[in-house]
């Protein structure tokens, strides 16, 4: 299993351009989630989703969006990309229900964002 | 909302030497504990896990951690650390049985030989 994946691995905008970030997993998980990791802060949650066309806002959802028409797959969305949104994202699955695994969340590598 | 706290931002600690990362979270009912680690240039990794029972938990790489109920704490330990352990270590919680993680801000481990 390659686990969760993610890309781009970084890439820079400039102000007001909008791009998604990609996410995959191949573990057959039910929940994903988007974090941001910024310096000295730890990860805040941006969005989830509990399954297929279920999705709910986190700590952070401001200027971001998400989708979730497959069980593998959960995009993250900007839509007007600000300097305040330089971050390093990360986007984790999940299998709730699974007595060993429960709650238990896999990280995929990343993605460095610059907003410039 | 709950949160988690870890006070030692930055450690720097010698090979061999004993390691105390510090972890207090605040919410009253059930909760489900982990520590996170994240190397550099890699993302997070699964220490350990407190889901019920022995409140002192094992983990991979010798770590392990001790889950206080009375303390709301949740330290981590590893006798004799390596230079391989450098990496930034996280705390996080979920509670009341969810899925949603809250991560503590973090600490930055740094081992010299």
């Known amino acids: 299993n390659a686990g969760v994946t993610q890309t781009p691995k970084f890439r820079i905008l400039k102000i007001g351009q909008s791009m998604t970030l990609q996410c995959t997993q191949d573990m057959n998980h039910n929940y994903m989630y988007w974090y941001r990791q910024d310096p000295g802060m730890g990860l805040k949650l941006i969005y989830y989703?509990?399954?297929?066309?279920?999705?709910d806002k986190g700590e952070v959802p401001n200027g971001y969006n998400v989708s979730r028409s497959t069980t593998e797959d959960f995009p993250l969305r900007l839509e007007l990309a600000a300097p305040s949104q330089t971050s390093v994202y990360f986007c984790?699955?999940?299998?709730?229900?699974?007595?060993?695994?429960?709650?238990?969340?896999?990280f995929g590598p990343g993605t460095r964002l610059t907003v410039l | 909302a709950q949160s988690v706290s870890q006070h030692n931002h930055h450690v720097i600690l010698s090979e061999a030497a004993s390691l105390e990362l510090g972890c207090n979270y605040s919410?009253?009912?059930?909760?489900?504990l982990f520590w996170y680690v994240q190397y550099p240039g890699q993302h997070l990794q699964l220490l350990l896990k407190y889901f019920s029972g022995d409140p002192l938990v094992k983990g991979i790489k010798g770590f392990e951690a001790e889950f206080i109920k009375s303390k709301f704490s949740f330290n981590l330990r590893k006798p004799s650390v390596q230079w391989s352990d450098t990496a930034e270590y996280f705390c996080?919680?979920?509670?009341?049985?969810?899925?949603?993680?809250?991560f503590g801000t973090g600490t930055q481990l740094k081992v010299e030989l």
């Open positions: 984790a699955s999940s299998y709730p229900g699974n007595g060993l695994a429960y709650n238990e969340q896999f």
């Open positions: 919410y009253g009912g059930t909760v489900n």
């Open positions: 996080a919680v979920t509670t009341g049985g969810g899925n949603k993680l809250t």
């Open positions: 989703s509990v399954g297929a066309g279920i999705t």
